[in-house]
Structure formats: C-alpha cells, structure tokens
C-alpha cells in the first residue's frame, strides 16, 4: 500500500473508531417497567437526601439510612417493617450551610449480626453509635463524638469497611474538608491515618485484598479519584488511583510515620484505549467480585471522562498487586526500587528507620493497573451510568457468568451480561413509576435481589423473574439471561438444568425441548368501511429483532412508536383487504407476533356511507345557516 | 461554601459540562426533502470518487470534474450542458494500486475565465493543461507532465490555488507520498517548494490573506493536520496548524534555503474548551469569509477528535496575522523572537545569510491561533459533518448575517445561522433521494446557490428557496432564515426591505404586515363507527415546536413517529366524539395546525354494524364449510 493510501487509511481508521466501539449492542434487548416485571416497593416515609443500604436479619429484608432516620424494610411481610429516629438534635445554627443536616451516612453490621454500627451527620458533628439488635428490633445506641470516621456533609460520599473489630474509613478529617485519607480505627492495633494528600481527593470504593494464604499480608485497596497535577495542556484534570495498606500495619516510630501508615502505596488505575489516546479519567464507581483464589477477585470500576461517556474496565486484583509487588517506584533512583521493602510486616513499629524513611519517601508507583483483556474498556457508552454491582451467576453444565448492574440517570437499571467479545444488555429495568435519581444499590447475591433506592422509595427487584421473557424455549433461550433457562414448560429461574445458551442465544438448544418451534397468534377479524382510516399494531417486545409488516407477500415497514411497530390505512380500499401479520427476525429465529385480517363491507357499508355523508351535509348547512 | 461541598459542586459542573454544550438547539428546526422545496438534479453519468466543483461561465452552470471526464452542467438549460473526456490513457500496469485511476483531480478558471487549468492523476503519472474555452465549448488541451502539482491518487486530497499567473499547490511530491508542502509553481517568481516535512502531513485548505494595503505583505495561509510528535500519553494523536508563506517570496540564496521558502511560519490552530480540558485537535475541512478589510476576514475551520464527535471554531485573519508577527518563536533563545524577521520582502534572495540561517531555523511560533469569542468553539455537536461553506447574507436594514453550510455523513445538509450566543440550525436540507456520501459542495454566494455532489450526481439548491417555510408571516419570522423574509403577502427572498427578526424570530413583528395572526385551518369531519379503531394525524414542521392534541378541554400527548403528531384511538366511543386540534407552540407563538372532528355514527351506522357482522359471520361460515 502506497504512503498516501495508507495515511488516507488510518484517517478513515480513526474518524471509524468510536461508532465501532460505541453502538456495538448498547441498546438493551428488552425494556421491562413495573406492568411487565415484579417490582416491589417500600417507601421510605419522606424524601431523603441519601441511602446508606444494608442486608438486613432475613432474607427480602435491608436495613436503610436516611433524614434523621435508619429503617428496617421487610419485602416479604411489610409487617415487620420498622424505623427509629436516630441522632435527633436542634439546629444549633440555621445560617451556616451543612448545620442543619441529620442524616445517617454509614450502617455496619457488627458482632455477627447481632449489632449495627451507625453514624450520623448530626448537624456538622458526627456521632456514631453502637445498636443492640434484640429479636430483631431496635435497641439503644448510645453515642459517640465521631470527627474523622464518619462525613461532616450528608453530601460527603466516603466509602468505609468494618472488619471483625477494625473500622477502615475515608471520610473528611475537618469540618473545613480536606484531610481525606485511609484511615483505621478501634481494634487491638490502634488509629491509623493518612498523611495530608496533596491534592484534591474523593474516594470511591474501599475493598480487601483476601483473604491470602498468609493473612499477614492482607491489604485494603481504596479506589479514588483526584485532580491531576500534570501541568500539560493536553492532561486530563482527573486521574484515578488505587492506593494500599496493609491491615496489620501498626505505623512508624515517633519520629517517623507515628500513627501513619508504613504500607500505603498508590499507582494509577487506567481506564481506555491506550493506542487511540482515549481515556476515561474519572473514576465514578466501583464494585468487587470476590473469587475463590484473591488474585482472580475482580475489579469492576465505572468511569467517565470530560465528554461525559461512560467506560467499565475491569481489573483482577492479582494485576494491582503485581504492580505494587515489581513497579519501579516513580522519581526513585537506583536501588530504591528494588530494596524498598513491599511486604506487610507484624510489627511496623521495629522497622529500622532506614527502612521506614524509604517508606515515607516512595509512595508512589511507575507503572499503572491496566484493564483485563487487550487492556481495552469492556463497555463504552453515551448512556448516564451512575452505579456498578456485579454478581456471578452459575448456568446449565457449572459454568460461572458475570452479570453486571447499572444504574442509569432516569432511574433504570441495566442488567448487562459479561462476555468476551462485547457487553450483551440483557434487559433495562424500569422499577419506579417516574423518572426519578437513583441513590444507591445493593446486591444480595445469595438470594438474587436488587435493592435500588430513590430519595422516597426503594425497591426489590427480583432477579429471577424469568416469565417476563415470554413463553415459549425460543424467546426464553434469547433473552440469554444466565440466571433463567427453559425447564421443558415455562422460562423459569436458571439452577443448573434448564435450557440455555447464554454464549449465543442460540435456539437451536429448543429442539424437541417442548413447546418451542413455530408458534402462530390467533387472528383478530376488523370490519373496516372503505376509505376509512385504520391502523395496525404490534408489540416489539426485543430491541434486537427486526419487526415488519407483511401482506400478500409484500414487506411493509414498520412505523416506530413507543415500542410499537405501527400500520397505518389512510385510506380503506378492497386492495389492502386480507391478511396482515407482524414478524419479529432476530438472529435466525423468526416469529409472528400477530395476525389480523382485514375486511371492506359489502353493501350495507356503502349504504351507511352515503347516509353519514347526508348527515355531514346536514350539519354543514346547518352551521352555515 | 465549604470545602467538601465545593469539591461535589465541580464534580457535577464537570458531569454537567458536555450535556449543556451539546445538545442546545442540536436539531435543525425543519427538514427539508425533495418533495418540499426546489433541488435541481443533474446526473454525472455514472459513478465517480471525486468531484472538483467549479463556478460555470452562466449564472446556473458550474464545472464538475470527475473520472475521465469533465463536465458543463446547466442547470437553467440542460441542452447547454456537455462534457469531454480528458486525459485517456490505457491502464500500464493492473496490478500495482492507483495505476489505473484516470480521474480529474484539479479545475481552475485562468486568464480571466477564458481558459481551464486542468489536471488528473493519469494512472500515477499526473497530468496538467491549459484548455481555451471558445463560445462555451470545450476547446484542446495540451498535456504536461505535473508531478508535485497535482496528486498522484484519486483519494488524495490536495487544496490548490491559481491567483494571478502563479499555482500554489499542497499534492505530494513522490509517488510513494511523502513531501508535502505548499509549493509555487509558474509565474515571474519561479517555483519555490517547502522543506521535508517531519511527520505526516494532510492540507485541508489554502486560502489568501489580502489584500493588504502593501501587496507586498499579502500571504498564502494553508490549514493542515499533522500528526502529533508530542510523546505524553494523553497527548492527541494530531496536531492542526497553519501556515503561512509570503507570495512575494523567491526563496533563498544557493547555500541556504534555494528555491524553499524564505517567509514559512507555522503554529497551532487551536479548537476546543481549554478550562475543561475538551480538545478538537483533527481538522477536517475550512472555508474562509473574505471582510472588506483583510483582519476580518473569517476563517470557519470544522474539526473532529477522537471520540467522532465535531466542532466549528472561528477564527479571524487578524488573529492569525497577530500570532505570526508577534508570538516567540519556539524553542528559540534570547533575542532571536525579536530580531527574527517576520515581514515579506520584495527580494529574499538579496538577505544577508544570517537573516536567512534565522529563517530555515525559526519557523514555529511558540503561541497558538485560538478561537474567536471567549475561545471556546461556535459549534459543538455528536452529528458527523464533513464540509464546512459560509456564506455572508444582507437582511433587513443591512444587517450582515453568516450562514454555515455542513454536509453531514448521509447526504443532508445542514444551514446554520451563525449569531452571537449559540447556533441555530435554520433547516436540514436533503436534496437526494437516498442516502449518499457528499463528496464536495460548491457555494456560489452571487446568485445564492449551492451545489451538492454525491457520486452519481450534482444538485443545486436555491438557497432563496422560502416558500418551504410556510405561507403566514409568524412561520416566515419563526425560520430565522436571512435569506427570507415577509413581503407583505408571501416568504420570499430577502431584499432589505421585508419582514424579518433573524436575531430572536419574535413574531410580534408581523403585527399588521398582512395575512398574519391567529390562522384557523379548515375542520375535516369524520364518522367513525364505535368501537372502531382509527387514528390522527398531524403534520411536525418544526421541530423546535411543541405539538399536543386538545379535545374537550383536555391536552393528549403526540405519538411521534416520522414528523407526524399521532393520537391513536383504539376504540371509538361517544366520549370519543367532538373537535380535535393540534396546536403547536413555539417560542410564545401557538397556533393550530389541523383541526378534526369525529362523530360516531348514529342509527343507521349501527344498523349497518350489525349487517357487516352478519356478513362477518357468513364469510367465517362458508370458510369453515
């Protein structure tokens, strides 16, 4: 190829880039609001500016934070449901913003279940309190000065762990904000803090890295994002980062690193396509799918960048830890790296000062975590994305798939299957009755619920709603959800024999599986006068079929509204009598939707014609009169 | 505000950011296809790659260049239209790519209209000739060799310009690419070439800054994109830039520069929105405005980035000219962005050799050209625009206002009113009747014409084409288009002196201009059986209007599907009877676009209900037989 031809190429190359990356099934396949799926509701007694959600004493039940107010919501019997007014205070001053706020902002589950750790804005003073739970009702919490542990602001976001007695926290140190950081309180080893971060900093996720083999070297990850300090006119304003320590850190000596940690380490958490210079900088969520082995655990992390898109990379914790166990250490030079000990010690406080003076030096890695798989996003997209959870879901023959959950910024979830080559969206879940903004999710994958809460309600979404796919092997082996499959009568939730084929959605695994092959609508019969108006309808239930209108082998298209396909008859005529029938194509299968015929009136209809004609005539000279 | 709170209200400024930018009046107000206004089609004969547009010697008529042929288009007088084959010539050599491409790659008008300057690729062997034109006809051509004038493959797009006796051309020099550059060719000066270049280069445009007062100081500007020699990882792959050189110019002495250009300067065209970090950095196409005064003149640039999406920044010559003679040089020390000099002069060759060492090695200017108006760019949009036109408009007390042509990726053209605060996209024109590649457009601001063309054919729209608007002055007014305005009894083309607010579109203005006020369109009357199904219809002209249904005092939402307001009725009922009106709202101005009244059929309707059942059943009988 000639030089010219070839810059043409990669011009062409390059303005093709993104409509590949982005319209690659970004639509879901099917749309299911409250009239299709089951969704149950529980209001949440007012409107609140939060939702701190909790799995609660029994299955279908959570615990959730709000206004001055933690509530245990039960789906299964609403009569168990409950609320008490936690942290209630005056407004000491009206005038200063924040003062005023009386939130919850974290709900831990303490003691085996059988306490809850809560904390509270309290009017810019936090508190946090320990809460018997007898029977499962709500004891006394009596309360504590909590600056540094729990948000000053119900707006401050801090992600925050509690581990057997150990409490792992992000939150702001000063009313005046700044100070963010890992932080550790209670527990035999004692406070633990983050030395002042030179940046602007929010963090996002907080996850453990284990449990190892030797539990000593467990680590924390935090998930956070930053503005950037890259003068460069072409640098991003944001970077994102994964930062470690370890749990048994104990901190420095007095004179270096007392009660700061000795193992924080950070490196870059990179999210886009490296060879295109694309990137999505800002990190806006992040959700952890624990597997058997730590290194295979993965990272799902939500980004965006300046245009506003969305991008999921996903990382396995085995590739953090390899950077932070071999990257050179950034502005290090010569032995640094390679002698700056990375392991977590049982006693920090007996490091040699040597030691702890290069760990108070080199915090920082060269190298950055990239993404799995080609180092490439998993999924790009323009649609408002807010939230990630991830569940793994075991199909027909064991086989383990990943579904992943998004929020959207209407109020939808979208449920996406994760596979090689491209995100497959399985379904978008409408669970509200308006348009509304999702504050939180909670995934309970042992029992397959969603929990999404609004500021006034939150809803229980049932994973296995598998009905809602239709009734029939074909459309059931479509849907390519893992957790339903065809049980020889009726699409139901998915345990390991039912009929699947999630890869590819492939029919073909119907056969002879009962009521599947060719299913045929009964026809509905219109009498329409001639040359009068009449229209057609015709669900599309799949975004992903193509649906058209045939009559007397003639292909008519369709008119899209509202997840209808449409035929309008302008004109009533002889010709356009007969028979109509919609037809769903979808990767080989075919279906009739519906079936209508279609006839003119004989006589009596011309007569009847001719007499409101009369009768129009009637009115007309009537109203000129 | 507090510091944790002004972290969260930057975060979602920055969320914010994109969504505001994109998708203010992103919609072409009306659409525009063949059926609706006047577009004169004119078939080039079979299928071509490329077209070379040139004003024709009528008002009408224009030369279109294409494969082997060249061609008179009229489109007042077809039998005047010819065309001639040029440049035959048999395929050499099959095999290698490019050889056999025989397509016209250049069309000039030289000495005063009175003869073509034409040139083709000529199976990789680049051809030119002066042609006489005699009486309209086409007359000989004698054939010159023209490598490094005109491209050597029928993809390579390179900008030219004949002023004068003097070519001034960007094609490659070598036929394996490479060697860029503006170059002169002809006339008294001589032919002065640019040195290699160090990375890829692609010219996009060639335009004249002038005349200047001195005409010795008037410069060739070429717009190109580069590609990027910047190794930091989020650097954009491509640069744009512009360069200058004096058309005085003849180069330099036999040791230093011979027969290069003495007076080249390049520097950075900037597009984007530099506080926010969004970067347009791949241009793709630019047209400039020539003012009275060359400082004014405007240069339109339509740039694209990596994620597909595209902006139109503005720039003026002065703004250029401001750069060039007064920013550093790059990596330049001490005095030499001083002393270095930066004028045009009558004899380059006589220079002192340390002016012209200066020259060769100083060529880059260490500040960027960025655009007009706060900086940020005119235009941002996600719609895949390919060619950008301007044209300048006197409306109505000689207000001077600029219209934007932009050809989109499916044959459409967008004409878009350039004003102070936002865009406003005036009407999507769609002159072909499928959907095509626009390969080059052609404004002809005289006669207020523009020619389109696809692959297979020419169009010419009449950019005085104002009937389509409407025929009330509140729909002439609520265009917004220069070109229009209201004379009293119809839309027409605007002369100064009719009715117009392109500024706001605020119809007030029409206040006892004739034919205007509240329009009340003619009730169709319809008889519809009950229970029957049947639908309304009302036509969307605008889509920045509301459109709604009112039937007895109730407002019933549009079903939108291809520009028409829908409402559907699934069974029809006396409370269905009475008035129907589709009113649409734009901007204060309602008014009622269709208006329907439906009755049910009374007694005799009934009776002939229940023969058409009876008939029903009969026909569903003798079936069964």
């Known amino acids: 190829m000639s030089y010219s031809k070839w810059i043409l190429c990669l011009i062409l190359h390059y303005l093709n880039t993104v409509k590949a990356l982005e319209f690659h099934h970004s639509h879901p396949r099917i749309t299911l609001s409250a009239k299709d799926a089951s969704f149950w509701r529980h209001s949440r007694n007012g409107s609140h500016t939060r939702a701190e959600l909790l799995q609660g004493p029994r299955v279908n039940s959570i615990y959730v934070g709000g206004h001055r107010k933690l509530f245990l919501m039960d789906f299964q019997n609403s009569s168990r449901s409950k609320e008490v007014t936690m942290f209630e ?15 919850i902002t974290m709900v831990h589950a303490v003691k085996g279940g059988s306490s809850l750790f809560v904390c509270g804005t309290n009017g810019i003073q936090p508190v946090c309190c320990y809460m018997t739970l ?3 009702d709500f004891g006394p919490c009596s309360v504590e000065l909590a600056e540094g542990i729990a948000p000053f602001y119900v707006k401050e ?3 925050s762990l509690y581990i057997g007695d150990e409490l792992y926290t992000t939150a702001n140190l000063y009313v005046q904000g700044d100070g963010v950081g890992i932080r550790r309180h209670y ?27 030797d539990p000593l070297q467990d680590r924390i990850y935090g998930f956070v994002v930053e503005r950037s300090m890259d003068q460069h006119p072409e640098a991003d304003p944001w970077i994102s980062r994964v930062i470690q320590v370890c749990k048994a850190d104990s901190g420095g000596t007095k004179s270096i690193l007392e009660r700061l940690w000795t193992s924080r380490l950070s490196t870059r958490l990179y999210c ?3 060879e295109k210079k694309l990137h999505f900088s800002y990190l806006l969520d992040v959700t952890v799918l624990h597997a058997d082995s730590w290194r295979d655990s993965r990272v799902y992390a939500l980004f965006t960048n300046g245009w506003g898109m969305r991008a999921v990379c996903v990382y396995t914790m085995g590739a953090i830890d390899q950077v932070f166990m071999n990257s050179d250490f950034k502005n290090s030079v010569g032995s640094v790296s390679k002698n700056r000990s990375r392991m977590c010690v049982e006693n920090s406080k007996a490091l040699p000062r040597e030691v702890l003076r290069q760990m108070k030096d080199y915090q920082e890695m060269e190298d950055w975590v990239r993404p799995l798989k080609d180092h490439a996003p998993f999924l790009v997209s323009h649609r408002h994305y807010r939230h990630i959870r991830a569940d793994k879901v075991t199909g027909r023959g064991l086989t383990q798939h990943t579904v992943l959950f998004l929020s959207l910024g209407n109020g939808a979830v979208h449920k996406v299957l994760e596979q090689a080559d491209h995100p497959f969206i399985i379904a978008e879940l409408r669970p509200f009755r308006n348009k509304t903004h999702i504050q939180n999710m909670l995934l309970q994958p042992s029992v397959k619920k969603l929990y999404v809460s609004s500021s006034t309600e939150v809803m229980e979404l049932d994973l296995y709603d598998c009905q ?11 849907a390519r959800d893992p957790y339903c499959g065809w049980d020889g009568t009726k699409c139901t939730a998915a345990s390991g024999n039912e009929i699947q084929d999630i890869e590819h959605g492939n029919c073909t695994v119907c056969e002879g599986a009962g009521k599947n092959g060719k299913y045929t609508p009964p026809r509905e019969v219109y009498s329409v006068s001639p040359s009068a108006k009449f229209f057609l309808q015709c669900p599309m239930l799949s975004s992903h079929a193509l649906y058209s ?13 509202e997840s209808q396909c449409l035929l309008l008859i302008e004109n009533m005529s002889t010709e356009l009598q007969g028979n109509y029938s919609c037809v769903a194509s979808e990767g080989g299968y075919e279906r009739t939707q519906v079936q209508y015929e279609l006839r003119t009136e004989g006589k009596a209809r011309r007569l009847a014609s001719s007499l409101s004609t009369f009768v129009c005539l009637l009115v007309t000279q009537t109203l000129l009169i």
Do not use: M
């Open 272 to 274: 886009g396509i490296t």
């Open 157 to 159: 976001k801090a992600p």
């Open 549 to 561: 209108w045939h009559h007397k082998g003639r292909l008519i298209e369709c008119l899209i509204v």
């Open 468 to 478: 809602s796919y239709g009734h029939w092997c074909e459309e059931c082996v479509k």
């Open 187 to 213: 527990g035999k080893r004692g406070r633990i803090s983050s030395s002042a971060n030179k940046t602007e900093q929010r963090f996002v996720g907080l996850a453990v890295s284990g449990p190892r083999a």
């Open 134 to 136: 007898s029977k499962g």
């Open 89 to 103: 205070n005056e407004c000491r001053n009206h005038k200063l913003p924040g003062t005023c706020e009386y939130d």
